[in-house]
């Protein structure tokens, strides 16, 4: 028996434009990202999907929204799929976390596996309740296909772990608004058909 994950980013939000951290702030899509969640849909909507499962913040229920209308199909909310606690930087510029907190904002992009964001969160824990939820995910649909809707840290954290890297890779993993990333677990194993596939969204990005 094997079980295909489907793993998408949520669509663009005005944050994601002018590039600030979001974390737990439960932002919509603007338009483009709306426009990136119909043609998520489109690309998907004859594929065998058996269910749908998202972060509870609106943006990931929204990028799931065309997609679950047309193939009539709930979205289920997973916890462990809810981004990752910014603490202190969340709402604030990469240059206005520089300009504060430099000493740490440089080891968060040199070892962010090392790093616990004041107020928020390091990727350990993050590792481990992603994963905690593809597992039971996992298990609710032993011989399926799922779609996950996530976001970008999770996203991340997510495909190091199930490639067998180290979180020190992090920023090697890339993941555009949109993209889909395809996994096959069989035998305790994840196997890798895409990543970071954005084809469905030319003329979008």
């Not at 999907?49 to 709930?74: D, F, K, N, V, W």
């Not at 309740?129 to 995910?137: K, T």
């Not at 979180?167 to 993993?173: D, H, Q, T």
Request: with cysteine; proline share 5%; charged share 20%.
């Amino acid at each position: 028996m094997s079980t295909n994950i489907l793993l998408v980013r949520h669509g663009q939000t005005e944050w994601n434009q002018v590039v600030r951290f979001r974390g737990r702030t439960d932002l919509d899509l603007n338009d483009v990202g709306q426009a990136q969640a119909c043609a998520l849909a489109r690309r998907l909507e004859a594929w065998p999907i058996a269910a749908i499962y998202t972060s509870p913040l609106r943006r990931a229920h929204q990028t799931a929204e065309p997609l679950a209308q047309r193939l009539g199909l709930p979205i289920r909310p997973a916890q462990g799929l809810m981004d990752m606690d910014y603490g202190h930087w969340q709402g604030r510029t990469p240059q206005e976390v520089a300009q504060a907190e430099l000493e740490i904002y440089r080891r968060w992009l040199e070892a962010p596996q090392q790093v616990h964001i004041p107020g928020g969160e390091s990727l350990p824990p993050v590792q481990q309740r992603v994963m905690s939820a593809v597992q039971e995910i996992v298990a609710q649909n032993p011989n399926g296909m799922v779609l996950l809707v996530g976001h970008q840290v999770v996203n991340k954290v997510l495909i190091c772990t199930l490639l067998g890297l180290s979180l020190a890779s992090f920023w090697r993993i890339e993941q555009d608004t949109a993209c889909l990333n395809h996994f096959r677990h069989h035998d305790g194993l994840y196997d890798i058909l895409l990543l970071n596939d954005t084809c469905h969204l030319a003329g979008l990005m």
